[in-house]
């Protein structure tokens, strides 16, 4: 509360004391918003719907700065006397006021929601001294001469003399690609707009509606044709629409004109009055304004700033343009031409720190020498960009028709325009986006400096970076293929050429062009590239935009890393016997590999044992989706039937024909006993399993067994009774070979031919036959008898000749 008195005795203090001007015009500022009747909650009752959807397009909130001044507040300051209301600020919190009455002013110092009053201006019209101000610059020498057409006919407008303010900037191509403002809308605050309902400058803009509304914020109506010609001179930089002789930056935009300034005076409540104009501005839904106004200097000294005070934040106008600036408005502000004055400086609110800020060059990209020089005193790169106000082509005050002026002022308006295509062109991107981008494309992007800040913006640039800022890709591989996902701002003359470069080329060749139909709008657009043909893996692609003739410019590239396709190799033909079955999944190298048999369509229960013939397919796939696919074509050969195994006894002494018991006509045979060939399979001796494999000309074989069983009892039964000497002559031993079914005594004797015996033995032999050896290798030659006896019988006598 003391802070509060002292600022009003001090303001007291500095009215009656100030012998220079009598101080009228007052700013009230308020402690709060209490008893306001609005809510941020309910934001329809004080925004247009526009204004609302501009907050919400870049996510702002709605605070308490949104909410009008508190009416009953506004009611008591004007009912505490002879007071005025000229206007309201609810961004700052403050009424302006017009008053002489003192006893009013100290009533209305005495509210306690007064913060505090503060002079702002004299009384109206009462100024002796001359005016101190000049909106436009003076340069010596003459205008560069101009081309009276375009340089490119292929330009949608006919530029006439404004061609090189617009080509300087690649303007054209904006307008070309159908950006022209359509659907946008500026304020225009100035001084007046004199005679724009008559010059044939603004035909256009008048008979399509596009001026959608007025206000005179210094007698406050709606009228302001009558004042000034500086606004109407800025206005025609953006609005006119004459075909080869002069066009506009931006003739289709939609308008609101307010008159802020007041030529006759300058004191702060012009600033509080262009204030009041940008929360005007907010409240319709105005995407952009364009300011060529700016202070430094006032009608009293004592109100002048100094170049400290211009730090972006600090003078009235600076707040509520950075004010404007978080609302969502894109403010374009005219630097001030006072680089050959004593100030030297930018002027406010061209100092704020959320505003573009616009120098002053010609045609060429030559700076003006009047432009005024950054940067602000805390140290803001000043101006952000420049446009062309040295011999700017402008409307003729009194006839419409073009003409050359200098200055700021102009650079201003030619940019907003500029601007107001390129936004229009990329609504998803914030004002503070299309500054900085624009800031980007500029001729001193890299090396910004005092008298141009970043440059000369280039839209064709701009509009390139955008682009770039609002693309996304996405590569997704599967099934042996890359999908591409293209996120890109793009219209039916726009397209993307693929590019593509395998490891070991060297250049990349353009595989496909991607187009989009409709208006320039976001799209997303879907390439896919088949891999399945490629060996080697790490595959680079880049992304190319054509933006019909007018340029092209790569987008991003990026490589794709992959599993090559797998190879199983050859097809397959197999052969396998009936009976058997075949394991697929051993006939191909499959690791790591997903696969998957088939025959005939219908996938392979098991592949592990199949035994049906047919064409078997195999897809194999590798974790990139890429698969190879093969087939075995399987066929089923008939094999041998041996039949059931045997079983066979024989007798022991007696030998066995193998090869009669099976038929194996045409047959590769093989007998085998524990593993052995059998030598002699016709006949066999020995008891035991006898295995037969028995093969066809196709491989196939068929195994049977026979068991052999030796059996004495049936060798006794069928055994003839006899006996053999032999051999005869002998020389070594004689064998006597004796066959009886039943039990019998043996009895041998030999003699000599002279009657004497040699040998004398008796056996008794079990039924069956025996060998019996006489060894007669110690005898002399000669004849002997062999006499046999079988239960002292005598069967035989055998006459022998030892040799």
Not at 35 to 49: A, K, M, R, V
Not at 473 to 498: G, M, P
Not at 741 to 768: E, W
């Amino acid at each position: 509360m003391k802070k509060t008195i002292l600022l009003v005795v001090s303001a007291l203090f500095f009215i009656t004391t100030n012998s220079q001007a009598q101080f009228t015009r007052y700013i009230v500022k308020l402690t709060d918003k209490g008893y306001n009747p609005f809510s941020i909650n309910n934001p329809i009752q004080y925004l247009t719907q526009r204004s609302i959807d501009r907050r919400n397009r870049y996510n702002i909130a709605i605070d308490s700065t949104d909410l009008p001044v508190t009416p009953r507040y506004i009611d008591s300051i004007k009912n505490a006397g002879a007071v005025t209301i000229l206007n309201t600020s609810k961004w700052l919190n403050q009424v302006a006021i017009q008053t002489s009455d003192a006893a009013a002013l100290a009533k209305i110092n005495s509210f306690p929601f007064v913060l505090a009053t503060t002079p702002i201006g004299s009384f109206a019209n009462t100024s002796n001294k001359p005016v101190n101000k000049k909106l436009d610059a003076e340069i010596t020498g003459n205008t560069a001469p101009r081309s009276t057409s375009n340089l490119i006919s292929a330009d949608y407008y006919n530029y006439g003399l404004s061609y090189a303010q617009v080509h300087l900037h690649n303007g054209e191509f904006l307008h070309n690609r159908g950006f022209r403002g359509q659907g946008m809308q500026m304020a225009v605050l100035d001084a007046g707009f004199y005679h724009y309902l008559t010059l044939p400058t603004f035909d256009s803009i008048r008979n399509n509606g596009q001026v959608l509304g007025t206000w005179d914020f210094v007698t406050g109506n709606a009228s302001v044709n009558e004042d000034h010609t500086h606004g109407m001179n800025c206005l025609s930089t953006i609005a006119a629409n004459m075909p080869g002789s002069f066009m506009g930056t931006a003739p289709k935009t939609s308008f609101y004109l307010f008159r802020t300034e007041d030529v006759s005076s300058e004191y702060p409540i012009e600033e509080q009055n262009w204030v009041a104009g940008m929360e005007k501005a907010d409240s319709l839904g105005v995407e952009i304004t364009s300011t060529s106004l700016g202070y430094y200097n006032f009608d009293n000294p004592a109100l002048n700033y100094t170049y400290a005070n211009l730090d972006g934040n600090t003078t009235l106008s600076a707040r509520g343009a950075d004010i404007a600036a978080k609302k969502g408005m894109l403010c374009v502000i005219a630097a001030g031409n006072e680089g050959n004055n004593a100030w030297h400086y930018i002027i406010t609110p061209s100092d704020a720190d959320s505003v573009m800020a616009v120098g002053a060059v010609n045609t060429s990209g030559v700076v003006g020498s009047f432009s005024s020089y950054g940067p602000s005193s805390d140290g803001q790169i000043k101006p952000s960009v420049a446009a062309v106000g040295v011999g700017s082509v402008i409307a003729n005050p009194s006839t419409g028709q073009p003409t050359y002026g200098n200055g700021t002022s102009f650079a201003t308006p030619i940019m907003a325009g500029l601007t107001t295509c390129l936004w229009q062109a990329f609504p998803e991107i914030n004002n503070m986006g299309i500054i900085n981008v624009l800031q980007q494309s500029a001729t001193r992007a890299s090396n910004p400096d005092n008298r141009m800040g970043y440059g000369i913006p280039d839209m064709k640039k701009a509009f390139v970076l955008l682009i770039k800022q609002l693309y996304s890709q996405q590569a997704d591989v599967a099934n042996c293929n890359v999908t591409f996902q293209l996120n890109a701002k793009t219209d039916s003359a726009i397209t993307i050429d693929v590019e593509r470069k395998l490891p070991g080329e060297l250049n990349y060749n353009t595989i496909n062009t991607i187009s989009s139909t409709g208006g320039f709008k976001m799209n997303q657009l879907i390439f896919v590239d088949d891999l399945s043909m490629f060996s080697t893996s790490g595959i680079s692609y880049r992304f190319k935009m054509n933006i019909a003739a007018d340029t092209s410019f790569y987008l991003d590239s990026t490589t794709v890393n992959f599993i090559p396709k797998p190879n199983l190799g050859a097809d397959k033909l197999i052969s396998i016997c009936s009976g058997n079955s075949l394991n697929l999944t051993t006939q191909f190298a499959t690791t790591g590999l997903n696969t998957n048999w088939t025959i005939n369509g219908a996938n392979v229960t098991n592949p592990l044992a199949v035994n049906m013939p047919g064409i078997y397919q195999l897809i194999a796939t590798n974790a990139s989706g890429c698969a190879d696919t093969v087939t075995l074509t399987l066929t089923i050969n008939t094999k041998p039937n041996l039949g059931n195994d045997l079983l066979f006894t024989k007798c022991t002494d007696s030998t066995f024909n193998l090869l009669t018991l099976f038929n194996t006509t045409n047959l590769i045979t093989n007998w085998t006993i524990g593993g052995i060939a059998v030598t002699n399979p016709a006949a066999v001796l020995s008891e035991g399993v006898y295995m037969l494999i028995a093969e066809n000309n196709f491989g196939c074989a068929d195994t049977a067994l026979v068991t052999i069983s030796n059996d004495n009892r049936i060798c006794i039964a069928a055994l003839k009774e006899e006996v053999i000497i032999s051999p005869n002559p002998v020389s070594d031993n004689l064998t006597i070979l004796v066959a009886q079914k039943n039990a019998v005594k043996v009895d041998i004797t030999i003699h000599n031919s002279i009657g004497k015996m040699m040998l004398k033995q008796t056996y008794q032999q079990l039924p069956g036959q025996a060998n019996y050896s006489i060894p007669f290798k110690k005898w002399s030659g000669g004849v002997y008898f062999v006499t046999l006896r079988l239960n002292d019988e005598k069967v035989l006598v055998k006459k022998v000749v030892k040799q």
